[in-house]
């Protein structure tokens, strides 16, 4: 593996430090590392491993850049809203370092496509926001063989670990399974979209994620196997927690039962039948914007916090989902009421709660909540 002139002037900084040096320039351009996710932590972690100089960069998204994401995804600029995030990306990081070769793999992460595309890296680099591509990239690295650079980030909180690594001795660490064999029911964990995250965060754990995979790369220092890493950026306090391996991991424990790829959606309760169970009456944007201008009897709810409804509102009641007990006397029985909140989650939370609880018959949620109406209503109203 060699360099060329302006390739050594360019990692110089590397090839000057004695425990790294330019064998371990060599390893970072012999790399391979599929990064899984370009966004908020995706868009530090793509930077700096493409300016230390891995060889080649596999980039697996299939989103769009879109207003919301400039917050945080630092890879992306106003010029790339409405592209897709893997080809703006490739742009900006072959500006940043010609010398690297890039993958583009512009679909989503399946069962049916996550082992073929894995294969061919190295290592892998999580860097996704929900739990079955979470369960699915672990998955498909413990099979495989693959060490995994995992981290995770919600509001002011992040985690951070290398997964399924096999240290100098042989000996092989724990994976995502050990630390949490079985995902949290849905809708109890927000993910970022929903809850937020400070836009420093992203940068802080995703520049440790490089760090994590250029140690494993290159074998120089010590990778956080074993390790869970916390870090709470509103008190600016980290813990460093011990993960072993369970004998009773379904994929890799005394006894496995898993030796495959599963459907990871049905895996997290993320599936049609979930979905039926929470069946409410409901109406369009449209219908409702019908009946408003109809001037027909009905109260319209918000159920989503005060903080919220100051980012924006279509005048409705404002009444939080946290609150909807204690106000339950200022819902009217007598007439239509139409409940929404952002997207239309909690909005049906709070209907099922009422009719359950409270014998409401006459309560119909808002299909796709406050965002519908941006986009179909009043596309002057800001979406967040």
């Given amino acids: 593996m060699t360099f060329s002139k302006e390739e050594l002037e360019r990692y110089s900084r590397h090839l000057i430090i004695p425990e790294f040096n330019i064998e371990g320039q060599r390893k970072l351009k012999a790399a391979k590392v599929l990064v899984v996710g ?3 932590l995706g868009s530090p972690l793509l930077l700096y491993l493409t300016a230390a100089g891995v060889g080649t960069i596999g980039i697996v998204d299939f989103d769009v850049v879109d207003d919301s994401n400039l917050q945080r995804q630092v890879l992306f600029s106003v010029k790339d809203v409405g592209r897709p995030k893997v080809e703006a990306a490739k742009e900006r990081l072959q500006g940043l370092n010609p010398h690297i ?13 996550a082992l073929d595309i894995v294969k061919d890296y190295d290592l ?7 739990f ?15 060490t995994n650079v995992y981290a995770s980030i919600f509001r002011f909180e992040g985690q951070l670990s290398v997964f399924n690594y096999t240290d100098k001795d042989g000996k092989l660490g724990p994976n995502y399974r050990d630390l949490y064999p079985t995902p949290p029911p849905p809708g109890l964990v927000p993910s970022c979209a929903e809850g937020g995250v400070i836009g420093v965060l992203p940068g802080i754990l995703g520049s440790l994620q490089a ?22 950026a509103a008190s600016f306090t980290t813990r460093t927690l011990k993960i072993y391996r369970d004998e009773n991991n379904p994929i890799n424990g005394k006894n496995p039962t898993q030796t495959e790829l599963i459907d990871y959606q049905q895996f997290c309760g993320i599936t049609p039948d979930a979905k039926e169970e929470k069946q ?5 944007v449209k219908e409702l914007q019908q009946l408003l201008d109809d001037k027909e009897e009905v109260q319209v709810i918000d159920v989503r916090e005060g903080y919220e409804y100051e980012i924006v509102n279509i005048n409705a009641e404002l009444i939080p989902l946290g609150q909807i007990e204690a106000q339950v006397d ?6 239509k009421v139409v409940v929404h909140c952002r997207s239309g989650k909690r909005s049906t939370d709070a209907i099922e709660l009422l009719e359950k609880k409270y014998g409401f018959t006459n309560l119909y949620n808002l299909e796709g909540g406050i965002l519908a109406w941006a986009d179909e209503i009043d596309t002057s109203l800001p979406k967040y």
């Avoid at 369960?135 to 693959?146: E, I, T």
């Avoid at 409410?280 to 369009?284: E, I, Q, Y």
């Avoid at 200022?330 to 007439?335: L, T």
Wanted: glycine letters at 10%.
């Fill in 38 to 40: 370009s966004g908020g």
């Fill in 101 to 113: 070769k890039f993958n583009l793999h512009n679909e989503p992460l399946t069962s049916h496509n």
């Fill in 124 to 130: 892998v680099a999580d860097g996704t926001d929900n």
């Fill in 132 to 146: 079955p591509t979470r369960y699915l990239v672990n998955d498909a690295c413990v099979l495989l063989g693959k």
């Fill in 211 to 232: 760090n994590e995979v250029i140690k494993v790369i290159t074998g120089v220092g010590d990778p956080l196997s074993g390790r869970l890493f916390l870090y709470d």
């Fill in 280 to 284: 409410v009456k409901s109406v369009t």
């Fill in 330 to 335: 200022k819902i009217a029985s007598d007439k």
